[in-house]
């Protein structure tokens, strides 16, 4: 079984990009031993990394057609937080930074998410979760 994630997302202008996630202090940087003029691996965590590729460099990994992630839903990429105040603070850089919000921040007692959607539309849900205070699984959850 794999021990790390890689998540690949074509993006238009990388160097806005990587400005973009610079700003919002996502995870511990880019390893520059995987980026070029055509990528860059951010660092979200010690086993989880995103690729930001280029489009054209992208369209090398599939036959598919590129979805416009400002127009459709690809992917949802959801990033736990260590307290309710980080999920609003990253959603509120996120905005600074250029992002928008689809939705409003939701409440739910024991968990709370807010998410963004970045320069090139792809949805990054912040979620902040206290698993002591999670209701009791109900009927069909185990």
Known sequence: MATQMYVNLPVKDLDRSVNFFTRLGFGFGF??????????CMVIGPDSFVMLLVENF??????????DA?????????????????VTDRVGQAIAAGATTPNPPQ???????????DLDGHLWELM???????PPPGPGLS
């Open 31 to 40: 390893n520059p031993q995987f980026t070029d003029s055509n990528a860059t």
């Open 58 to 67: 992208f369209r090398t990994f599939t036959t598919k057609k590129i979805c």
């Open 70 to 86: 400002r127009r459709h839903t690809e992917v949802l990429i959801c990033l736990a937080c260590d307290r309710r105040e980080q």
């Open 107 to 117: 409440d739910h007692g024991f968990m709370y998410p807010h998410g963004f959607q």
């Open 128 to 134: 902040y979760m206290d698993a002591r205070a999670m």
